[in-house]
């Protein structure tokens, strides 16, 4: 790579640029290190080259946190699309990507499905991305694995360690948990639902459901100490009109995302008092190369900046493990989209 960048001509490793958006991405060393398959102190090395070649400071560093300069944040952009380029290139000249991608967003209506459209717009004719609805990232992450499926969405944190070692991951969006109440629910007139007002509720959370694992997680981390009460497990339920069909036969009020069907009867009610986050990331398999996928992380980088989909409220709330890192980010706003 050819950079004019703080006044100096230099020729920058694509490793090195890799290195800077993977630290770029999790504001981590040591989950930026294990994502790239190498040890902390070989990054930390080669964060050091990169800022001595470009003459500047990427990122700061304390012992509690790591956050982008201004300087990092100018050159994480032109760093993207860098290593975009240098995928397509590397996908271009490997052969077999004339293949359709494989893409399970959860449902038509989701961020995964917002983040497909944009990407089939940035494509070619003869580049396919061929969607799958089925919700749950812990089910399509055995399919990542073995190559049954391409890429997913969902809490990639939530899966276990095992597992997620022979994924890729990148943060999309912190989107905020709600509530669906049916119409005549007392609450349901409240524009907001503080977590307390839910005291003495049971709400359905997928238990029973094995693919939405790292869902069922997230919301009995949530209920814990809050007294709410968690749905019996029930079988997976499969497809938007037997949910509804489901939901609307056992009179359920159901925790979900921001990003939600239409259900009738029914009104979706965001949570506060803390405000709950639901991480999403686009996963897939360690060492695919397809101009797709290429497309897929440009686009959801994009969109992401747009609509400020990482930044989070101050009073927010995530799950563990997400929580420690990612409330010291210091992306905070009191809204984002």
Request: net charge neutral; hydrophobic share 45%; aromatic share 6%.
């Amino acid at each position: 790579m050819g950079c004019q960048y703080g006044g100096v001509n230099r020729d920058i490793e694509p490793r090195l640029l890799r290195a800077f958006a993977a630290v770029a991405d999790e504001l981590h060393f040591t989950r930026a290190a294990a994502r790239l398959y190498v040890a902390q102190q070989a990054l930390s090395r080669d964060i050091r080259r990169l800022e001595r070649e470009l003459g500047a400071e990427l990122f700061v560093r304390t012992t509690r946190q790591v956050a982008l300069t201004a300087e990092g944040e100018r050159l994480l952009p032109y760093a993207r699309r860098v290593l975009a380029a240098q995928d397509e290139l590397a996908a271009a000249v490997g052969g077999g990507t004339g293949r359709p991608l494989l893409v399970d967003v959860g449902a038509p209506v989701s961020t995964g499905s917002r983040v497909l459209d944009e990407a089939r717009r940035r494509l070619t004719a003869d580049t396919e991305l061929v969607a799958r609805y089925h919700s749950g990232l812990t089910g399509a992450a055995v399919e990542l694995l073995d190559g049954r499926l391409d890429v997913s969405f969902g809490r990639a944190r939530g899966l276990d360690p095992a597992v997620l070692a022979g994924l890729e991951h990148r943060p999309v969006r912190y989107e905020r948990i709600a509530v669906v109440l049916r119409e005549d629910h007392p609450l349901a007139h409240r524009e907001r639902i503080p977590l307390a007002a839910l005291a003495g509720e049971t709400l359905y959370a997928a238990a029973g459901n094995a693919a939405t694992a790292e869902w069922t997680d997230l919301a009995g981390q949530l209920f814990a100490g809050r007294g709410i009460a968690m749905a019996e497990p029930f079988p997976e339920i499969e497809g938007d009109a037997e949910f509804i069909r489901v939901v609307t036969k056992r009179r359920w009020s159901v925790l979900a995302s921001e990003v939600f069907i239409d259900l009738p009867g029914t009104v979706l009610r965001p949570l506060i008092d803390p405000v709950p986050l639901s991480p999403v990331s686009i996963v897939w398999r360690k060492g695919l190369r397809h101009p797709g996928l290429t497309a897929l992380l440009t686009a959801a980088h994009d969109l992401g900046a747009r609509h400020r989909w990482l930044d989070h409220p101050r009073n927010a709330w995530l799950p563990r493990p997400e929580a420690g890192s990612a409330l010291r980010d210091p992306r905070t706003a009191e809204q984002h989209g």
